[in-house]
């Protein structure tokens, strides 16, 4: 029997609200956007064209300000925040004309990028239609339709170096790269290339070398310096035809007033200034007995004799104020000049060569002066390596002595000592007045967490883990820099607890102002025994357990009966 309509309706059951919830979140294509009500979105899509050979295009799809700001005022933003795509999904509906091979993906929730295929074409104009991109149906994209632009061909990055043999008959070469925005045909760019100078300024170079990389998109030239000019010279590397930088607004691309040509400066030295010292540096050091002393290294554009160095370089300790009437003493790092009268109140310095014997871009020098003593250093007009114009003027320099830093160290090396051998240790320090010593050694209940690496040594209450005895070594008053050598003996600490894991740890201090300043640590860890154990691990994970005395190379006999096996009964 029929139904009436009243009864169909008793029998359907109502949506519920996830059923509604979930109809109104399923996407339509962009053309599709139902009418405004309380939950409209309105998006404004902008582009990002590619700038290089293969970069993607990127559309933004955001809250449109004008629209959604009308609709909902000041919470306009978080109101039309809309979640479009899962980063790298791909994206149906969207297409480019003319056509291009490639791919359209979800970059993220509310952008698009489009990775070609193969490489632009310089300034390609293409249209981009949203209009099928599936999006939730209360969104409303303003324009469907979006026309890009590829860049015109471009040196977007350009470098340019000088290589100079340190040799003083050696090769000098130009080198410069340039990186384009899209594949250039090889053969147009390098008849665009070109190297502009002055022609009276003596330079001569040879043929350009192009190498060019895998992909096309950079090229490599070098250009060898057959003569170097006289003086120093500016060298201008061109492109003809080719932009030196492009602008873009909402993929739309135009070239700066001023950059229609791709170039790229390098200054070259001329023979006369070819020769320089680039850098002075000075750095505390030890001698041969473990003093103090500083290291002074000059560094040249071009190999030169540490002895003629030695032999032309003018040292001097400069006085510790700018006048006899000053009050403070003088930074003269910071001094805008250091004129006759204030070096005729300097004291030489002797120094003494510290380079091997041989042409050297880094001649090095040893000397002793006072820490925080400023040093003038000098080398005089036109010294330089045999064959070259020399210095072009008086080179100098004026460099701070560096404190010479508190030390103390453990001369001997290993973490082992014998019952049966010397117990005492060699130390050195240096800057060091007193040495306060801790021997430490951890009970043989914790042994087993302290071969684990927990460092019972270091823990909150080290005195529960560990037994110690300290002592003070007097070394008395000590001069900067210079080496004291002294000795520990661990007797004391050995004897009334014997063999086993031990800890020693130093703390040196001096006086400063009536009182005494920690100005250096050391520690070192030391197992005490006359056993040699070896462990061993097997292809099948077994482990041998080999051991032996220092005294006679036998094991012990109470590790014989440890490890050996059990018989059954």
């Known amino acids: 029997m029929a139904l009436s309509t009243r009864a169909i309706s008793l029998q359907l059951k109502p949506l519920s609200l996830v059923t509604l919830l979930a109809l109104s979140s399923l996407s339509l294509p962009a053309h599709a956007a139902p009418g405004s009500d309380d939950r409209t979105v309105w998006l404004k899509p902008s582009v990002s064209a590619p700038t290089s050979a293969k970069a993607p295009i ?5 809250p449109s300000e004008n629209a959604c700001r009308k609709a909902y005022g000041d919470d306009w933003y978080s109101r039309c925040m809309i979640t479009l795509g899962r980063s790298g999904a791909t994206v149906e509906g969207i297409t480019l004309k003319p056509s291009v091979p490639g791919t359209w993906r979800w970059a993220g929730p509310d952008s ?3 990775t070609p295929k193969d490489a632009w074409q310089p300034k390609r104009s293409m249209r981009a239609s949203l209009l099928g991109i599936p999006i939730p149906l209360r969104a409303n994209i303003e324009e469907s339709f979006i026309t890009i632009e590829t860049p015109p061909l ?9 290589w100079i043999d340190p040799a003083v008959k050696g090769e000098r070469w130009l080198s410069f790269e340039f990186f384009f925005t899209t594949v250039p045909e090889k053969g147009m760019v390098e008849k665009a290339f070109s190297l502009n100078f002055k022609k009276e300024s003596g330079l001569e170079t040879a043929k350009p070398q192009f190498i060019w990389s895998d992909d096309g998109t950079s090229v490599y030239v070098k250009v060898k310096l057959t003569k170097l000019p006289e003086e120093e010279t500016i060298v201008t590397a061109k492109l003809a035809g080719i932009a030196g930088r492009i602008s873009q607004n909402n993929g ?3 070239v700066p007033k001023g950059f229609e040509t791709a170039s790229v400066n390098q200054t070259v030295p001329g023979e006369a200034t070819l020769f320089q010292i680039s850098r002075a540096e000075i750095h505390a050091v030890r001698d041969e007995a473990m003093n103090g002393e500083y290291e002074l290294t000059l560094t040249g554009t071009l190999q030169m004799d540490p002895q003629a160095v030695m032999n032309n370089i003018r040292v001097l300790a400069l006085p510790s104020k700018m006048s006899e009437e000053a009050q403070t003493n003088a930074v003269w790092t910071a001094a805008p000049v250091i004129d006759e009268e204030i070096l005729s109140r300097a004291e030489p310095v002797e120094v003494m060569p510290a380079s091997e014997k041989g042409l050297t871009t880094t001649a090095k020098f040893r000397l002793h002066a006072p820490q925080g003593t400023f040093l003038y250093v000098e080398l005089p007009e036109s010294f330089g390596p045999e064959g070259t114009s020399g210095l072009s003027d008086k080179w100098h320099s004026v460099l701070l002595l560096p404190k010479l830093s508190s030390s103390i160290e453990f001369l001997q090396p290993g973490n ?6 010397n117990w005492t240790l060699s130390l050195f320090s240096t800057g060091v ?3 306060r010593w801790r021997i430490a050694r951890v009970k043989n209940a914790y042994l087993a967490l302290a071969a684990d690496g927990w460092n019972v040594m270091k823990s909150t209450s080290p005195d529960a883990y560990t037994s110690a005895v300290t002592g003070e070594i007097e070394l008395g008053e000590s001069t900067p820099g210079k080496a004291r050598f002294s000795t520990l003996d661990l007797a004391e600490a050995v004897i009334g607890a014997g063999p086993g894991l031990f800890q020693v740890e130093l703390t040196g201090v001096r006086m400063k ?3 005494e300043e920690v100005v250096a640590t050391a520690s070192k860890r030391l197992l005490l025994t006359n056993l040699a154990v070896i462990a061993k691990t097997s292809a099948d994970t077994s482990i041998d357990v080999f051991a032996a005395g220092f005294m006679d190379g036998k094991p012990p006999p109470t ?11």
Do not use: H, V
Request: charged share 20%.
């Open 513 to 515: 102002d009536g009182k």
């Open 154 to 162: 471009a040196a977007i990055n350009s470098q340019s170096r000088i």
């Open 58 to 62: 990127y559309i933004s799809l955001t």
């Open 559 to 569: 590790w014989r009966q440890a490890f050996s096996p059990k018989t059954a009964p």
């Open 112 to 114: 698009l990028a489009f």
């Open 416 to 421: 082992m000592l014998t019952l049966s051998g």
């Open 433 to 435: 007045e007193k040495l």
């Open 252 to 254: 739309r691309f135009t």
